[in-house]
C-alpha cells in the first residue's frame, strides 16, 4: 500500500498583525519534504509521528509531501498556502491508498477562510474515495468542508496538548480498520452559539475537564471517538466557536444523539467558560507576597501562540516598577534588539529599547518599547531539542538568542516567535528555571505541561495583546451572530 501523511499546521489569529509567509513554517530548515520531515517527525509525540508508525506498521510505502507548521499569526499568505496544498493535492494525484493528514482545524488564508475545509474538499475532488484520517487541535473551528470531505476526524482531548500523539494514533488506527473492511466510520458534528475564551478551555479543570470526560465514556460505550473542540476564538470567521464530532461504526442515529449530548452539555455550562480577569497592578502586588519560587507570572494577553507579536512589554514594566527581582522571562521577540546585542557581545552594558516594534490596529495600540538596561550574559542560535511532554523530540528553533540581564530581570530576546511551553527555553540559554523566584511567561495555558510540575504559585497577568480575553476590543464581522458572551441579551438569563 502507499500512505500519503503530510502535515499542514497553523492557528490563525485574524486580528494579528505578525504575517505569515511561507519562511514562517518551519524550524531553521523551514518546511520539510520527504526523508527529511519523515526523520523530523519519526518518534515525537506529534500525530505525524503517530501516521509514521502506523504506516510501518502496515508496511506501506510512505509518502510525505510536506510537513509544514507555523507559531500562530495572522492571515496565511496566499503563495504559502497554495504552495502547501498543492504539495499534498499532487502527492494524492499520483495515487495512494489512505491519506493521513496533521492539521490544525483553525487556518485562515488570504483566499480562504476554511484552510482545511477548501484543502479536504479539492482532494476530494481529485480521489472521491480515498480514505482519509484528520488529527485536530483541541482549537479547531470544525466546518462542514471538514467533515463532509474526509473519512474520520479526531481532536485532542488535552490542553495543554499532551496527547497529540494519541490522537493521531486514534484517527490512523480508525482509518486502518476501515481500510480492512472490519468498520464503517459514520462521523455527526454540530457546533452551538458559543464562543468560548481560550483561558477557560483548559483540560485540568471544569468545565472542559468535565466534557472531556463525557466524551471518553462516550468512547467506553462503544464511540470510535468522540471530540469536543474549545475552538479558537480570535478567528473572524463564521464558524469559529465550540463544536463537537462524533465517530461511530456505521451508527449515525447513536454519533447524532451522543454528539448533542456533548453539545448540550457544553451550552447548559456556557457562563463557566468566560474567563474573568484583575488588574495587572494588583497580580503582579499579588505575586510580591509569595517567598518561595518558582513563582509563575502568566502574560497571556500577547501569547505568540494564539498570534500574539510577544513583543508587548505591560507585565514586564509592571514587574519592574513594582520591584520584583530573581525573575527571569521567556521571551520578547524583537530581531532589531538581539542584533544590537549580538553586535555589542558577550559582557557589553547596553542601554535598549526593548519591543514594542509592531502596532496592534485590530484593538488600537501602537507599540510601546520600554527602556531597559542590562549586561549581555549569553548569545545561542537558540535551536534545542523539546523533552516534552508537549511536542517531545521536536526541534525548537527562537532564532539567535540573547539574554539580557538587568540585575532584577534575566530577559531572553529572540528572532522567531516561540512559546514557553519547554524548560529548554531557560536551559537552552544557560538558566535553571527551579532556581528562580519569578518565570515570566508569555503563555496562556500551554506552560502547564512542563512549568506547572516545578511552580509553587501561578498568577496571570492580564497585559497588553491581541490575545486578550477581552472581546470587546474586537470588532467581528464575519462571525455568526448571535452568539454567547459577545449577545448576552439574545439568551436571556
Known amino acids: 500500500m502507499r500512505f500519503v501523511i503530510a502535515m499542514m499546521k497553523h492557528e490563525t489569529n485574524t486580528f494579528s498583525p505578525v504575517p505569515t509567509p511561507l519562511e514562517s513554517f518551519g524550524g531553521r530548515h523551514g518546511v520539510l519534504f520527504g526523508r527529511e520531515a519523515f526523520n523530523a517527525y519519526r518518534g515525537t509525540n506529534t500525530p505525524m509521528g503517530a501516521f509514521i508508525d502506523i504506516a510501518l506498521r502496515e508496511r506501506a510505502q510512505v509518502v510525505i509531501p510536506i510537513a509544514a507548521e507555523a507559531f500562530p499569526s495572522g492571515p496565511v499568505h496566499k503563495d504559502a498556502y497554495q504552495r502547501i496544498t498543492d504539495a499534498i493535492c499532487s502527492a494524492v494525484e499520483e495515487g495512494c491508498d489512505a491519506l493521513f493528514l496533521d492539521l490544525h482545524g483553525a487556518m485562515v488564508s488570504e483566499e480562504t477562510d476554511d484552510g482545511e475545509g477548501t484543502l479536504l474538499e479539492r482532494i476530494r475532488g481529485i480521489a472521491p474515495d480515498l480514505p482519509i484520517a484528520v488529527a485536530l487541535d483541541l482549537h479547531a473551528n470544525l466546518t462542514p468542508k471538514m467533515v463532509e470531505n474526509c473519512t474520520v476526524i479526531v481532536g485532542y482531548k488535552t490542553y495543554p496538548h499532551v496527547d497529540m500523539y494519541d490522537t493521531g494514533a486514534q484517527a490512523g488506527r480508525i482509518l486502518i480498520q476501515a481500510l480492512r473492511g472490519e468498520i464503517k466510520p459514520t462521523m455527526a458534528w454540530g457546533n452551538r452559539p458559543m464562543l468560548p475564551h481560550t483561558l477557560r478551555m483548559g483540560t485540568h479543570e471544569p468545565p472542559m475537564k468535565d466534557l472531556m470526560c463525557m466524551a ?235 512549568f506547572l510540575p516545578i511552580a509553587k504559585h501561578v498568577i496571570e497577568c492580564d497585559g497588553i495583546g491581541v490575545t486578550t480575553s477581552e472581546y470587546s476590543r474586537f470588532r467581528f464581522i464575519k462571525l455568526r451572530r448571535p452568539i454567547y458572551p459577545l449577545d448576552l441579551e439574545a439568551f436571556g438569563p
Open 216 to 450: 471518553r465514556e462516550a468512547e467506553e460505550d462503544g464511540a470510535l471517538s468522540a471530540t469536543v473542540f474549545g475552538g479558537f476564538p480570535l478567528a473572524d470567521i463564521h464558524d469559529a466557536g465550540l463544536s463537537v464530532v462524533v465517530v461511530t461504526n456505521a451508527d449515525q442515529r447513536r454519533a447524532r444523539t451522543l454528539c448533542e449530548d456533548l453539545l448540550n452539555a457544553a451550552w447548559e455550562r456556557r457562563a463557566d467558560f468566560v474567563y474573568h480577569s484583575e488588574p495587572l497592578t494588583n497580580s503582579i502586588a499579588r505575586a510580591k507576597g509569595y517567598t518561595e519560587g518558582p513563582v509563575l507570572l502568566i502574560d497571556h494577553a500577547d501569547n505568540c501562540a494564539s498570534g500574539g507579536t510577544q513583543d508587548t512589554v505591560a507585565v514586564l514594566a509592571e514587574v519592574i516598577r513594582q520591584g520584583l527581582k530573581d525573575v527571569a522571562m521567556a521571551a520578547i521577540r524583537d530581531p532589531e534588539a538581539v542584533a544590537r546585542l549580538i553586535d555589542a557581545g558577550v559582557g557589553s552594558r547596553m542601554t535598549i529599547q526593548l519591543g514594542g516594534k509592531m502596532d496592534m490596529p485590530s484593538i488600537g495600540m501602537k507599540g510601546e518599547p520600554l527602556e531597559v538596561t542590562g549586561v549581555v550574559r549569553k548569545i545561542t542560535d537558540g535551536e534545542f531539542t523539546i523533552q516534552g511532554p508537549m511536542y517531545k523530540g521536536v526541534k525548537a528553533y527562537m532564532g539567535r538568542t540573547v539574554v539580557l540581564d538587568t540585575g532584577a530581570v534575566e530577559i531572553i530576546v529572540i528572532e522567531r516567535n516561540h512559546e514557553p511551553w519547554d524548560l529548554g527555553v531557560f536551559r537552552s540559554v544557560g538558566i535553571e528555571p527551579t532556581t528562580k523566584r519569578y518565570l515570566l511567561l508569555k503563555s496562556r495555558l500551554h506552560y502547564r505541561a512542563a
